[in-house]
């Protein structure tokens, strides 16, 4: 495999993530982060939104553009299948599986516009496939995989955009400024976004000496754009709450649930390596171990893991073997967003990439603050910052680029630490129960 070079067969190495998704899709049972069915079926049967403060759920205080979708097709199963049947949920299930499976060929073009070295690339994309979190996502009842599919298209978008030297058109402003907008009637949390994307812009007068003024007033259109879509939203809750942004934690905070404190100078890998997947019974939720109350190590965790609350526990010795030779990977994807950020300078295209992964951690730190879950953690789920799953395969990719560069010899070692996480990883994936075309499914929320 030569170095430097563009070829068109690389895109082979991302099939292994979409068997995963899909063999997820019939081996998992029907997962939820939180109740998303109840707010679906309630829309096919009384068409129309719930109320915002009488969801305990916290979930109709989004666009429910996702969630509409869900109901015609719960609506339509429902008229064709039995009583008793579970084909219908199974659709809302299907929903997910089709955003996970559209945002693969878009991160395919964000490696390819940014990672130039073929076995850089490859080695990027075999690990996507073992994000054991990324593929849970993919078959969870929820709207995050529908934001992370139109986050990943604005990033892409933004990539573009910064790599060509012409003052950005109008009308590539006013698309981008449409699909964040989009991805905001997903879930209201897309329009973090948007600060990314206006400094972006904006940095084109570092990059290429564009008129302060020409920006400025592209960056105008795009918030435009934007609060076009995001704004119905922000109205309804305002109307129905008081509230520009509404969530029970926030304006009915349990005090009990935040009494414990993220650890946010740590990292317990001893700790996660001996994770049971047991729940504790007097908790009540799915922490285990030390592991649970480090930021840094929750956030390793639930994007390495599966779910903890499956039926079975999957394999002890899997997840374990998944989590160690993860940790070197990890280290890659740090020394990437280094990386990445010592060569935005002279790279344009790379500073969307940086802002999409910091933001998301930033919202990430504040929402873990404020609302300190530690319980729960799901600040620090995978899940948080799917629409910046094409900035950590760009870190990811860098990473082995300079590490093939610098060290050329050390190829192999980093071939056989790959090809290692992806048979821990296929482990981890098929231990545990399987569940067929059968009735009745289980429908399981996390503790």
Sequence with gaps: MGNNTIRRWDWVFLAPLAVACILAFFRFPLLQNDDHLKVVRYISEFHSWPPIVADASNQARHTLVHHTLGALVYSGLKHITREGSLLAERGVQALSLIWALGIIPIVWLIGRRLIKNYEARVLSFLVFGTFAGWVTSAVMIDNDMAMGFWGSLALLLMVVLMQRKELPRWSAVAVLGMVIGVAVTMKATASVM??????TILSRRWY???????????????????????????????????????????????????AERWDYFSFRLPSILNRPFELTPDKGDERSNASDYSFWSKIYVTWWRLPDWLPEEPDPLAASSLYLLAFPISIIGVLGFLLGVKRCGSEPGLFPVIGWWVIGMIGMFI?????????????????????????????????????????????????????????AFWWLLMSGPYYGFQNPWPVLLPP
Excluded at 374 to 398: N, P
Aim: charged share 10%; glycine share 8%; aromatic share 16%.
């Design 367 to 423: 929402g873990s603050w404020f609302l300190p879950t530690v319980s729960i953690g799901s600040f620090c789920h995978a899940r948080f910052y799917i629409y910046a799953t094409g900035s950590v395969i760009a870190m990811l990719g860098l990473g082995f680029q300079f590490i093939m560069n610098s060290w050329p010899r050390f190829r192999i070692v980093l071939w056989i630490v790959v090809i290692l996480q992806a048979a």
């Design 208 to 258: 290429y000496r564009e008129k302060w003024m020409a920006l400025l007033s592209r960056a105008g259109l795009l918030i435009i754009v934007w609060a076009v879509l995001a704004a119905p939203n922000y109205i309804r809750t305002y109307r129905e709450t008081g509230y520009l942004v509404y969530h029970n934690d926030i304006q009915h905070p349990n005090p009990s649930v935040y």
């Design 194 to 199: 948007m600060g990314p994307a206006v400094v």
